[in-house]
């Protein structure tokens, strides 16, 4: 099992999912606030994970959107 930052329903979370052959299953998540991490190397985590990872959850599924760059 793995995790990392992404913003879900426009809101900060971690992502927690398994790798497996390619394919990637997402096995849940939860919210948090950008000011419980107060480490350099935490706060540079969730820059780069969230300019590329954005989700939307609704009746237990996940769909990845795709953000357009600017």
Known sequence: MAWCFAIINNRLAEIYFDKKNEKTKIIGHFYVEKEDY????????????????????????????????K
């Open 38 to 69: 107060k480490k350099k190397s935490e706060q540079k985590w969730i820059k780069e994970d969230t300019a590329k990872l954005h989700f939307v959850y609704r009746k237990n599924k996940y769909k990845r959107v795709l953000m357009k760059l």
